[in-house]
């Protein structure tokens, strides 16, 4: 049945149903097959986003928009530019280190490609740079948005798998979230290098760093109250997504006084659109949860892998192949909430430390949003930059090769997503 199910669901995904329907018709067929009665659909949706945790996810992504239309993304780019921007590779790196901030804000890959792709592609463009490298160092670097904190993703997985806390991750995401943004750096270097792209004449003067920086603040401040706070106990992670929301109208209203109160509707309506849109999937998903465990799926597949894949280096293999193929056809909310309850099981039973564990299923699936032949980020990046997706798959295969190693290290090394919350006691 579990079979039958699958196939069922990757003939609409390819004849190109959207995800959460596809999900949901698949759902509503196991159901009638099981014999259940189909008002059970409705209720598992709605006890699956009954959950007060997923509340950080509309006011992380608010705070997001709203730091966003203050113009802090502008800033962002200039200090970058000023500190490394005579560098060769210079605008790539920092492209890169935008979003390596960028992801503190607003903790989504589609957020980053989409605000600050068209600033960072039009820097690179007039700085000298192709337009499809420029797209390819855009979408490679807006993995970082879901891996280092704040996460809406990392949320997700917190409350999917159960045996983790949202700080334990957030905390371990950023070693990985910190590898994966210097292996790109250094790809960009040798790339821009052999293409002889240009790089700044002049190196920026202190005076110019400085007040960049002093620009740019505000908005680096920002994740270390929303992490200051946690760790000290002054508030909950969902807490922090509210204080991030206040932080972000008073830093726009009253001290870059960019804003006023009035420009708050259109960030607030998008914050609602894509909370609908992740809400959405997750009552499908939750559904389709019940509809997984009853036909025994994810026993089967655990059984599988202790059967085949005795020791956690070869459980750890054959998930990473598997979540890269799921990545690589499904979004990072729905891939998390239906092969989470199906693979943790297994990795509990294989002793692999379950904080290690969720930061690389979160990775892992960041990835396939950059992998061919679906990857969502790249869909819109492509939209952005104005370039066929032919042209993205192929400027983005050096990139992916790159995070591909940079995943296997992490897999293998746990250290790499443990240390930091080693340091604070969650290890």
């Not at 508030?235 to 726009?252: C, L, Q, R």
Request: charged share 10%; proline share 5%.
């Amino acid at each position: 049945m579990g079979a039958i199910l699958l196939v069922i669901f990757l003939i609409l995904i390819a004849i190109g149903v959207p995800v959460a329907f596809s999900m949901g018709l698949v759902t509503m067929f196991a159901c009638v097959s099981l014999g259940g009665a189909m008002e059970i659909i409705p209720t598992k949706m709605v006890m699956g986003i009954n959950n007060f945790t997923f509340l950080c996810i509309p006011l992380f992504v608010l705070a997001g928009e709203i730091m966003s239309i203050s113009g802090i993304t502008k800033r962002i780019v200039d200090f970058r530019k000023n500190l490394v921007g005579h560098i060769t590779g210079g605008l790539a790196h920092v492209n890169i280190l935008a979003s390596m901030l960028f992801a503190g804000l607003s903790g989504s890959a589609t957020a980053d490609a989409a605000g600050l792709g068209p600033i960072e592609i039009a820097m690179m463009e007039e700085g000298g740079y192709d337009r499809d490298f420029s797209s390819a160092v855009t979408a490679a670097s807006a993995i970082l948005g879901p891996i280092i904190p704040p996460s809406m993703n990392m949320i997700i997985y917190a409350v999917a798998a159960g045996n983790v806390s949202v700080v334990e991750l957030f905390l371990g995401g950023i070693g990985p979230g910190v590898i994966i943004g210097v292996s790109l750096m250094v790809v960009c270097y040798f790339m821009s290098k052999k293409r002889k792209y240009p790089k700044t004449d002049q190196r920026a003067t202190i005076k110019e760093i400085a007040k960049s920086f002093l620009e740019t603040l505000p908005a680096m401040f920002m994740p270390i109250l929303i992490m200051g706070g946690i760790m000290g106990g002054i508030f909950t992670a969902t807490e922090s997504a509210a204080v991030a929301v206040i932080y972000a109208i008073f830093v726009g209203r009253f001290v870059l006084k960019t804003i006023k109160f009035r420009d708050l509707y259109q960030p607030i309506l998008s914050a609602a659109k894509m909370t609908a849109s992740v809400m959405f999937i997750i009552a499908i998903a939750s559904a389709m949860g019940w509809v997984i465990t009853r036909l025994r799926i994810p026993y089967a597949i655990s059984q599988f892998f202790l059967a085949y894949a005795n020791n956690k280096f070869i459980f750890l293999l054959l998930a990473n192949i598997l979540l890269l193929l799921i990545g690589m056809i499904m979004d990072l909310a729905p891939a998390l909430l239906i092969m989470t309850p199906i693979l943790v099981p297994t990795a509990t039973a294989l002793g692999i430390n379950p904080l290690h564990f969720g930061v690389m299923v979160v990775v892992n699936l960041c990835v396939g949003l950059v992998t061919p032949p679906v990857g969502m980020t790249l869909f819109v990046t492509a939209n952005v930059a104005k370039i066929s997706l032919a042209r993205m798959y192929k400027a983005i295969l050096p990139f992916i090769v790159v995070e591909i190693v940079a995943l296997i290290l992490i897999v293998y090394i746990p250290g790499i997503s443990t240390w930091i919350p080693s340091l604070f006691g969650y290890v």
